[in-house]
């Protein structure tokens, strides 16, 4: 059975294109998840799915060697009509995939879970799925993780489109603070005579209400040479006024960094529990207000919190918590286990995050466009790395008072 077109199809695809990640090259963050999806879920396949107009495009894939199917027998293509797991026990006995040909064959789909990967705006992109040819369910547990991971794989898409929005905002800045002195020679110099004798004529036709012919050449004559110049200070008006206020910009506002920080722990437990790993939330002191945007903020603690757990052993430790530093900071403590087994945090943030992230191929992707939304929030963040101890990262934001203005001024000048 064909699945219909989602309502907002049109804008669907929109949205899936303004990612620009169709036909992009495999990224290990994304290959992490799909691998994390199928050992949680015990089965030999798993996909990062994106439903294109007429195809199904995988992002990443375990236990299947195609990049893309036919939409028309792709199970994700129904997946994508709810906003929550769509779990097919057993494929034979479902009418909607009974007679598909991937099911009908030897060694066809027996199993099949789909989380829809929905962005912020609401739009059903694809999936995280995952695959068996035997029949099976999966318990709560299992569930709820491939929901999670879900979410992990729908922000990396989303920080990384506003990662290079915000690169490209600053470079504009960059360059327009460059245009600066340009531009005050044009107002303090060039424009003015031509702008004192279109004065003139203005004054005296408002004082007289008769036109001056002579005084009107001498405005032609004026103004005709310094076209260029009138031109090039409205462009530059116009292009101040634009930059930064675009759809992709961040949206930035006083939220409560303690409130955040506990919703990103809840975000990331249910992938933690799937490793017995313990998350010790110490985010539930005072309110500590800041200024950002908190849908990326949320996108950036959860990816790091991701990255603690999975970097830490089963059976780890991971302590997160906010607390008053030289301003309101969040602490992720990633904690060395007993036996004497230690996470492998560290090396990832410290060259994923700290070390020139611009750099960092592959890998550490991820971490590096985190990085870059923590700086155009203007935060600072530390790493530390003590044996006995374990990783601890310290990220200090500015307090919610701090003048907007200099904020803006600091951003040009980084």
């Known amino acids: 059975m064909k699945a219909p077109l989602p309502d907002n199809e049109t804008d669907r695809l929109a949205a899936l294109y303004a990612l620009d990640?169709?036909?992009?090259?495999?990224?290990?963050?994304?290959?992490?998840?799909?691998?994390?999806a199928s050992n949680v879920c015990g089965t030999p396949m798993s996909l990062v799915t994106l439903v294109d107009m007429d195809r199904q495009w995988f992002k990443a894939?375990?236990?299947?060697?195609?990049?893309?199917?036919?939409?028309?027998?792709?199970?994700?293509?129904?997946?994508?009509?709810?906003?929550?797991?769509?779990?097919?026990?057993?494929?034979?006995?479902?009418?909607?995939?009974?007679d598909n040909p991937q099911v009908d064959c030897?060694?066809?789909?027996?199993?099949?879970?789909?989380?829809?990967?929905?962005?912020?705006?609401?739009?059903?992109?694809?999936?995280?799925?995952?695959?068996d040819d035997q029949p099976r369910r999966l318990d709560i547990e299992q569930l709820q993780a491939l929901r999670a991971l879900a979410r992990q794989v729908t922000s990396q898409m989303e920080?990384?489109?506003h990662a290079v929005a915000l690169a490209n905002t600053t470079a504009r800045l960059q360059e327009l603070e460059r245009r600066k002195d340009d531009l005050a020679g044009l107002i303090g110099g060039d424009l003015r005579a031509p702008l004192r004798v279109v004065a003139a004529y203005l004054e005296k036709l408002g004082r007289t209400g008769r036109h001056d012919a002579d005084l009107a050449d001498q405005v032609a004559r004026a103004t005709a040479g310094h076209i260029r110049g009138f031109t090039d200070l409205l462009h530059h008006l116009t292009e101040m006024a634009e930059t930064g206020f675009g759809a992709e910009s961040l949206h930035m506002r006083q939220i409560d960094l303690t409130r955040i920080t506990r919703r990103a722990v809840e975000a990331v437990r249910p992938i933690a529990a799937t490793k017995q790993i313990w998350i010790l939330n110490q985010a539930?002191?005072?309110?500590?207000?800041?200024?950002?945007?908190?849908?990326?903020?949320?996108?950036?603690?959860?990816?790091?919190?991701?990255?603690?757990?999975?970097?830490?052993?089963?059976?780890?430790?991971?302590?997160?918590?906010?607390d008053i530093e030289?301003?309101?900071?969040?602490?992720?403590?990633?904690?060395?286990?007993?036996?004497?087994?230690?996470?492998?945090?560290?090396?990832?943030?410290?060259?994923?995050?700290?070390?020139?992230?611009?750099?960092?191929?592959?890998p550490d992707r991820g971490l590096a466009v985190a990085k870059k939304i923590l700086d155009a929030h203007h935060a600072t963040v530390a790493l530390s790395d003590r044996p006995g101890d374990g990783t601890s990262l310290h990220v200090v934001f500015p307090s919610a008072d701090l003048n907007p203005a200099a904020m803006l001024d600091d951003l040009i000048a980084a």
Request: glycine residues 8%; charged residues 25%; contains cysteine.
């Open 61 to 98: 894939r375990v236990g299947l060697d195609e990049t893309d199917t036919d939409r028309e027998i792709s199970f994700c293509a129904h997946a994508i009509l709810g906003r929550d797991l769509l779990v097919v026990p057993d494929a034979t006995k479902d009418p909607r995939f009974a």
């Open 106 to 131: 030897a060694n066809g789909i027996r199993f099949y879970a789909g989380a829809p990967l929905v962005t912020t705006d609401g739009f059903a992109l694809g999936t995280l799925c995952v695959v």
């Open 159 to 161: 920080l990384r489109r």
């Open 326 to 362: 030289s301003g309101p900071a969040v602490r992720l403590d990633d904690m060395d286990l007993p036996d004497g087994m230690r996470p492998e945090l560290f090396p990832h943030l410290y060259y994923g995050a700290i070390a020139n992230p611009a750099t960092v191929p592959g």
């Open 284 to 322: 539930d002191g005072p309110t500590l207000p800041i200024i950002a945007d908190p849908v990326r903020l949320e996108q950036v603690l959860t990816h790091l919190l991701f990255a603690a757990v999975k970097y830490t052993p089963s059976g780890g430790r991971v302590r997160v918590g906010t």
């Open 21 to 36: 990640i169709l036909d992009s090259a495999p990224e290990q963050d994304f290959d992490d998840i799909v691998a994390l």
